[in-house]
């Protein structure tokens, strides 16, 4: 079976790679000048999403995976699939879970799931009459897509107030118009837990833990994440039985109940209060990233059985996904500026050195008649698995030594937790 992977980043690179472990044919599309580099070709020039699927049809492709958010908002799943392709990715309506804050707010209300009390605004004037009221810190949270950078943790009204004025004001994240949720904060440990999803069944990734601040000790800005590990210090048994009952099932429930076909990947951002309570953050419909490299690391076998059957709405026949019972630790690598401003067009050297153990995806890189250069904030990020969480660490970090470009950056406590 030939498959094609959609996207450009680590995520999408990790996904192609796990698959070609098991002697399938994969395309990769866009990819990058790195994952070409390595083996995977593309789909050439095609661009919109009929060009892709006729490039698709044309190379005999069978199973699409769609891997960003975006191209589910534009509803390339369904497109996919009336082209009679087996796809994983909902269509546009169950993509809305990830697509708009509100949507996903409001799905939570009415499948009686446990997240932070909110309340929307659509406009800067009363959003900066109310925002000095009530305790801080706050969650802020931009409706829609935003890269990873729609959300901040406002400590006091002063930085509710920036943020609002990018958006509403500066047009940061683009022209109106714009609604921001506030959240009341909770405080605990974050957790990620992914799945597989057909609507009807939800068979589940193992745990993992993302880091989304830019530098260490969890200080900066968010970013689209600097790094992930798995499994899950902080996952258990309780835990996971508790996530089961008062957020998967719902979900399952809500979703049949409002007829909604969702036949991909489901994300859920999870918050563990001080009474090992568990509150959803926020939904995505697609892997995580970088929580994706992390998994497919630790994944034991062929991938496509479970994808198959996800696209297919079997789930609850497949055989389940079995795990190394080993430790991941994967940590991205950025370029200088990142978040706000990266700085590409950099050499990058040291990438074709190997280390037994690890494994290098490549993600904001382009390339000119010198070699790969950095073409966007996370350029690439390295992967390994060990006996334990200080042996993966330790893998990692010695084969990151060996790579360079003007102004790297990464994060050294990735894997760390107090």
């Given at each position: 079976?030939?498959?094609?992977?959609?996207?450009?980043?680590?995520?999408?690179?990790?996904?192609?790679?796990?698959?070609?472990?098991?002697?399938?044919?994969?395309?990769?599309?866009?990819?990058?000048?790195?994952?070409?580099?390595?083996?995977?070709?593309?789909?050439?020039?095609?661009?919109?999403?009929?060009?892709?699927?006729?490039?698709?049809?044309?190379?005999?492709?069978?199973?699409?995976?769609?891997?960003?958010?975006?191209?589910?908002?534009?509803?390339?799943?369904?497109?996919?699939?009336?082209?009679?392709?087996?796809?994983?990715?909902?269509?546009?309506?169950?993509?809305?879970?990830?697509?708009?804050?509100?949507?996903?707010?409001?799905?939570?209300?009415?499948?009686?799931?446990?997240?932070?009390?909110?309340?929307?605004?659509?406009?800067?004037?009363?959003?900066?009459?109310?925002?000095?009221?009530?305790?801080?810190p706050k969650v802020l949270?931009?409706?829609?897509?935003?890269?990873?950078?729609?959300?901040?943790?406002?400590?006091?009204?002063?930085?509710?107030?920036?943020?609002?004025?990018?958006?509403?004001?500066?047009?940061?994240?683009?022209?109106?118009?714009?609604?921001?949720?506030e959240e009341e904060f909770?405080?605990?440990?974050?957790?990620?837990?992914?799945?597989?999803?057909?609507?009807?069944?939800?068979?589940?990734?193992?745990?993992?833990?993302?880091?989304?601040?830019?530098?260490?000790?969890?200080?900066?800005?968010?970013?689209?994440?600097?790094?992930?590990?798995?499994?899950?210090?902080?996952?258990?048994?309780?835990?996971?039985?508790?996530?089961?009952?008062?957020?998967?099932?719902?979900?399952?429930?809500?979703?049949?109940?409002?007829?909604?076909?969702?036949?991909?990947?489901?994300?859920?951002?999870?918050?563990?209060?001080?009474?090992?309570?568990?509150f959803v953050l926020e939904?995505?419909?697609?892997?995580?990233?970088?929580?994706?490299?992390?998994?497919?690391?630790?994944?034991?076998?062929?991938?496509?059985?479970?994808?198959?059957?996800?696209?297919?709405?079997?789930?609850?026949?497949?055989?389940?996904?079995?795990?190394?019972?080993?430790?991941?630790?994967?940590?991205?690598?950025?370029?200088?500026?990142?978040?706000?401003?990266?700085?590409?067009?950099?050499?990058?050297?040291?990438?074709?050195?190997?280390?037994?153990?690890?494994?290098?995806?490549?993600?904001?890189?382009?390339?000119?008649?010198?070699?790969?250069?950095?073409?966007?904030?996370?350029?690439?990020?390295?992967?390994?698995?060990?006996?334990?969480?200080?042996?993966?660490?330790?893998?990692?970090?010695?084969?990151?030594?060996?790579?360079?470009?003007?102004?790297?950056?990464?994060?050294?406590?990735?894997?760390?937790?107090?």
């Amino acid at each position: 079976m030939k498959l094609l992977v959609l996207g450009t980043g680590g995520r999408e690179h990790a996904i192609a790679w796990k698959l070609k472990q098991s002697s399938h044919e994969v395309f990769l599309h866009p990819g990058n000048s790195g994952t070409l580099k390595v083996g995977f070709p593309n789909l050439g020039a095609a661009h919109s999403k009929e060009e892709i699927a006729l490039a698709a049809k044309e190379n005999h492709v069978s199973l699409i995976i769609i891997g960003p958010e975006i191209l589910l908002a534009q509803d390339y799943a369904s497109y996919f699939r009336e082209k009679g392709f087996l796809v994983v990715g909902p269509g546009k309506e169950g993509a809305q879970l990830e697509t708009s804050k509100i949507f996903s707010k409001e799905f939570m209300v009415r499948a009686h799931i446990p997240t932070a009390p909110f309340k929307i605004y659509d406009q800067f004037d009363e959003f900066s009459q109310e925002i000095g009221r009530g305790k801080y810190p706050k969650v802020l949270k931009l409706d829609g897509l935003a890269a990873g950078k729609g959300v901040v943790i406002s400590k006091t009204p002063k930085q509710s107030i920036e943020f609002a004025e990018n958006v509403w004001i500066k047009n940061t994240f683009g022209p109106p118009p714009h609604k921001i949720i506030e959240e009341e904060f909770i405080a605990g440990f974050e957790l990620s837990y992914l799945g597989f999803c057909d609507g009807k069944t939800f068979t589940p990734l193992a745990s993992s833990t993302d880091f989304k601040r830019i530098f260490d000790q969890n200080e900066g800005p968010n970013t689209g994440g600097m790094g992930a590990v798995s499994p899950s210090p902080y996952f258990n048994l309780t835990l996971e039985n508790k996530i089961h009952e008062q957020i998967v099932d719902p979900i399952l429930n809500t979703l049949q109940k409002e007829k909604i076909d969702f036949r991909g990947i489901l994300y859920v951002g999870i918050m563990v209060d001080k009474d090992q309570n568990p509150f959803v953050l926020e939904f995505n419909t697609r892997f995580g990233d970088p929580e994706t490299q992390s998994l497919m690391l630790r994944i034991e076998g062929d991938l496509l059985p479970a994808l198959l059957a996800t696209a297919e709405g079997n789930l609850a026949s497949a055989a389940p996904v079995n795990w190394k019972n080993e430790t991941s630790v994967y940590v991205v690598a950025a370029t200088a500026g990142y978040p706000e401003s990266p700085q590409v067009g950099d050499a990058i050297q040291g990438w074709e050195t190997s280390s037994p153990h690890t494994q290098l995806f490549f993600a904001g890189v382009s390339s000119n008649s010198s070699g790969l250069v950095t073409a966007g904030g996370r350029v690439l990020g390295i992967g390994a698995v060990g006996k334990d969480l200080t042996e993966a660490r330790e893998r990692v970090y010695n084969r990151l030594k060996s790579i360079q470009w003007k102004g790297i950056h990464y994060r050294k406590d990735i894997g760390l937790f107090s």
